[in-house]
């Protein structure tokens, strides 16, 4: 039989890497598949034309092999029986040799729960793929599954404040039970949902001129009243108007023609109240430190001697914090779903331990969602609080789904490889843990638009464990109020905006980009948006603001990943600074590799809390 497979493969124009290994684990599949030699070798030139392999059979691409083999003999018995489910041995022992004659078609236990996500006739497919995809002998086929240092801390917050939670276990050889063994009992926090946020079906791509015109409006006109509220600025007013004295304006920075925003010119569009929506030119020549880019609302103290030109003696990009002090009273939060599980009186409700990890979840190479697995393998060791995962789950941007070569739906990916992994690892962990999910405007299977309403995720299948939430969103656990976007919004300010610093000043870029969005009190403080984003903006106007300073901000971006802590108020001013954490988790998943994600231990305040970015 070895030999006529040996003549097969020769026919077909094939080599091998390691002859006697290859032909014994070939005659394995045929016997375990009463396959012919024909069959087994017609099945790898299949193999090999998907993956674009050359014509040299290698041994480590045995076991991606076996499960295209698995997957053929499932469909044939699918067509042939429905009921009936293929179940085969265990891939190590296959590999090694020590396997026995078994029957590959087993009935389905009557009692096996199952799911709304995981009919009966899926359920082997699950079983087949999590069995044989995701143990250790396919990690010598990946590249992301070959890696050897695992878990590696890339960067530190407060270290000094909490250094034994945050230490990371070297200890990887252990199997899954023990480390579940290990598991400490934590409390469960309590959560509470915003209840703006969008829900799933709402209407969108019906925005009209009029719906841009007053979101526009409304942002100056906010932003001026935040500012003469504060006491510190007076009653703004036309900008383009000559006057020799020095007066107060507030508008949006605009460009004066498509393409990047440039120092010269710039424009200032003021509220249609005081100067009918006119723009004037800003003269910045005399400021030695500013920080500016398209659709920035912001204050202008200056001159316009001829009625042409706005000189700027000071640009105000902030809104005093005594101005929105009243957002972050207890009152405030009423906006905040109640409906959710109450918070234990005996916990700390000032202390949440929490997982942040962004999209993709798989890498470039396949859709095998490994960097997931391993991501809630250190969640079963940690078991933190809340497990916060944002989009894009399905990736559109994905080779696979680019090229189209999937037999499967989005639909059918994202509850069996997102949502049904997530309901193993809460099965697994109990009723302690809980997972927010945020989806992006790149998730093939969910609305391409901005803001984006939240997955239709029903919390009865998962018993309120598993939440979602609109895109952009807020929620509030043990009374820890955290706020993210899924947008990289980072990225395209990082294009658009345009900085003078003093000499010796500091160039913390990064940060400042971060401030521009609690400063501009929005998500997305960008305008005209991105080309990519399908901004609408009969949505925008209550979903993108940000009614009060979070405690934990949260913005994925492919910038460089880190965990900072933002200062916020001028303190030249004489009012006292508040301090937000904020959170760049990276992406889970970089090309064929693996990424960065982010675990915090928030203590009550920014000073004592600890966080550290990990590369998985």
Known sequence: MEEEIKAEFIKYGFSFDDEEEILQKCLTFCIQYKLSASDIVSSWDVYSLNRG???TVRSSHMVAFLEQLQSEQLSKVREKETGLHLYSNDVAMILNGNYEET????DTPDDRPTTVHEKSSDSAQKTNRSKFTFEKPLESVTPFGSRKNKFVVHSMLNEHASTKTIKIEEDHGNSEDDIIKRVQPSKKCSLRLNKSQLEPGCRFMYDRIEDKFNFLENRIKKRATALVSSELYEEPVDPSVACQTSIFAVGMICCEEEGRLKEKPVLLQSSVEHSGGQRVRLDLQKLNQFSIFPGQVVGVEGHNPSGHCLIASKIIDYVPLSAISNEQHPAKRQAMDQNLQLPNPSQDMSELSLIVAAGPFTTSDNLLF?????????????QPQLLVLLGPFVDSDHPELRKGTVDRTFDEIFHLEILGKLQDYIECMGSVVQVILMPSTRDANHDFVFPQPAFDVHP????HQIRSISNPGVFCANEVKVACC???????????????NPQGGSKQRLTNLAKHILNQCSFYPLYPPAEEIPLDFSLARETLDITSIPDILILPSDLAQFVKVLSLGESN????QFNCICVNPGRLARGEGGGFFVEINYKGNP????????RI
């Open 486 to 500: 899924t947008v990289d919004i980072l990225k395209q300010l990082s294009a658009e905006e345009i900085c003078r």
């Open 370 to 382: 490994e960097p997931l697995n391993e991501l809630l393998a250190y969640a079963r060791r940690k």
């Open 103 to 106: 029957e590959g078609i087993l």
């Open 607 to 614: 000073e004592s809390s600890s966080a550290s970015v990990i």
């Open 573 to 576: 001013d004489g009012e006292e």
């Open 53 to 55: 392999l050359e014509f």
């Open 460 to 463: 009865s299948e998962f018993n």
